[in-house]
């Protein structure tokens, strides 16, 4: 069983519509990021959790929420979707014992808003 | 304003030879930096890195070149293989908090 997992692998919503990804890890880590990605833009960090309680943005939150449900679970909406957020979504995690550790990274959402 | 900038877009290289990906930062305040590998239809996983108290990491045919003061790293995959075919992503953090993520370069191995 894959260690990180995302639902569902892809979608297609029209604007306007309220949409939520779903992120869930059993690697046990408490840190756990949202990016998408774009062609020719690469990877970039939607929001990030270092527990439960810790929420913080990272370079493009406007138009979107998260939720840390739980340790294993990190959610993504977005309230009222629009076509510019047409792109491929990536959660990540990480253990925080060692400053210096890779990211894991789920398999990819990929998002077509109408 | 892009901190980790990956200027080849592509690059093909014949089986069995070297491949170089080079990646730039502005950001002198990083302190690790990695390399992640990403298939079609997947998630990126990690290659690998390096911190900046070293110049050089190696792992296999893989090895990590940082010149801090040219605020430069490159991966060079020797001897390349056509299952090294991939999008290469690098990454820079500051004490592994938010990481910064270059645009990726395509690497073709033609058999």
């Known amino acids: 069983d894959a260690d990180v997992t995302q639902t569902p692998r892809n979608r297609i919503t029209k604007t306007g519509k309220r949409i939520m990804l779903e992120c869930s890890q059993t690697?046990?880590?408490?840190?756990m990021y949202w990016y998408r990605q774009d062609p020719g833009l690469g990877l970039r960090l939607i929001y990030y959790?270092?527990?439960?309680?810790?929420?913080n943005k990272g370079e493009i939150s406007d138009g979107y929420s998260v939720s840390r449900q739980a340790q294993a679970k990190f959610s993504l909406s977005l309230e009222s979707a629009i076509p510019n957020q047409t792109a491929l979504y990536f959660c990540?995690?990480?253990?925080?014992?060692?400053?210096?550790?890779?990211?894991?990274f789920g398999p990819g959402t990929r998002l077509t808003v109408l | 304003d892009q901190q980790v900038k990956q200027n080849s877009p592509s690059l093909s290289v014949q089986e069995g030879r070297i491949s170089i990906l080079n990646c730039d930062y502005t950001?002198?305040?990083?302190?690790?930096f990695l390399w992640y590998k990403k298939y079609p239809a997947e998630g990126p996983t990690f290659l690998i890195s390096?911190?900046?108290?070293?110049d050089k990491n190696e792992d296999g045919r893989f090895t990590v070149f940082l010149n801090k003061s040219a605020k430069h790293l490159s991966l060079h995959i020797v001897p390349s293989q056509p299952g090294d075919s991939a999008v290469y992503f690098c990454?820079?953090?500051?004490?592994?908090?938010?990481?910064?993520f270059g645009t990726g370069t395509s690497l073709t191995v033609i058999p």
């Open positions: 990454a820079a953090s500051v004490t592994g908090n938010q990481f910064y």
């Open positions: 959790s270092f527990d439960v309680k810790d929420i």
């Open positions: 690697k046990g880590h408490d840190r």
């Open positions: 950001n002198s305040m990083f302190d690790y």
């Open positions: 990540a995690t990480r253990g925080g014992q060692n400053l210096y550790n890779e990211q894991f």
């Open positions: 390096i911190s900046s108290i070293k």
